[in-house]
């Protein structure tokens, strides 16, 4: 079936460094691509997503490019802060039995210090 | 508008005791879900309907009962707990067919001795 997999955290950076969290799918037909932010004690929130191939999203400062031939979705940021401290979750969505379901990687842990 | 909220935060339960957690959406969503949320694992899916009065199974429904009666609210039962349950409990809700996005609750902790 459908998966997703995400790189192992926990990822620790310094204020201002780049950030890389990759993100690889495997899916019978196109599915689209999103990542979710779990900052502490709350839900997940919607930080981006591509529906097809060659898509960017982008919010707040954060980019991921849906890459059919390499079946990837990299999030990336060019200059984080302490406060994208967060766990970050790729998923895909798929359309079964009439409605779309929805496959998560594990998760990233991002902690950015200051 | 307060999005989606869940009732309890935080629980903690016996083995073999029962509870029920309410999830509401004041969004008017068709779609609603039920996740588990366990180190290691990302979220999995227990159960989830498409509208008021359906219900289906998701990945990992075993052990868990759920109602939609109304729209606006979706339910899940734990009958006898058990501490494989122990786990962070997340509900999410969807507009419509032509909509990807799920918009999350805050979650629900759950401690099962």
């Known amino acids: 079936g459908n998966s997703v997999t995400q790189m192992e955290g926990p990822v620790t950076l310094s204020e201002e460094a780049f950030l890389t969290i990759n993100c690889t799918y495997t899916a019978t037909g196109y599915p689209s691509l999103f990542w979710y932010v779990q900052y502490p004690g709350e839900g997940l929130q919607l930080l981006l997503k591509?529906?097809?191939?060659?898509d960017k999203g982008s919010n707040k400062g954060f980019e991921a490019t849906y890459r059919k031939e390499t079946t990837s979705f990299h999030l990336e940021k060019g200059s984080v802060q302490v406060s994208d401290s967060a766990v970050y979750f790729c998923a895909l969505s798929e359309r079964a039995s009439g409605t779309y379901k929805y496959i998560f990687g594990t998760g990233t842990r991002l902690k950015v210090l200051a | 508008n307060a999005g989606v909220t869940q009732t309890p935060k935080f629980r903690v339960l016996k083995t073999g005791q029962s509870m029920t957690l309410l999830c509401a959406q004041d969004?008017?969503?068709?779609?609603m879900y039920w996740y588990r949320q366990d180190p290691g694992m990302g979220l999995r899916l227990i159960h989830y309907?498409?509208?008021?009065?359906?219900?289906a199974k998701g990945e990992v429904p075993d052990g868990y009962n759920v109602s939609r009666l109304k729209k606006q609210n979706f339910l899940l039962g734990l009958e006898s707990a058990a501490p494989s349950q122990t786990s962070v409990y997340f509900c999410a809700s969807r507009q419509d067919r032509g909509v990807e996005t799920q918009y999350f609750g805050p979650g629900t902790r759950l401690l099962v001795l």
């Open positions: 309907s498409v509208g008021e009065g359906t219900t």
């Open positions: 969004m008017n969503h068709e779609y």
């Open positions: 591509a529906t097809k191939a060659d």
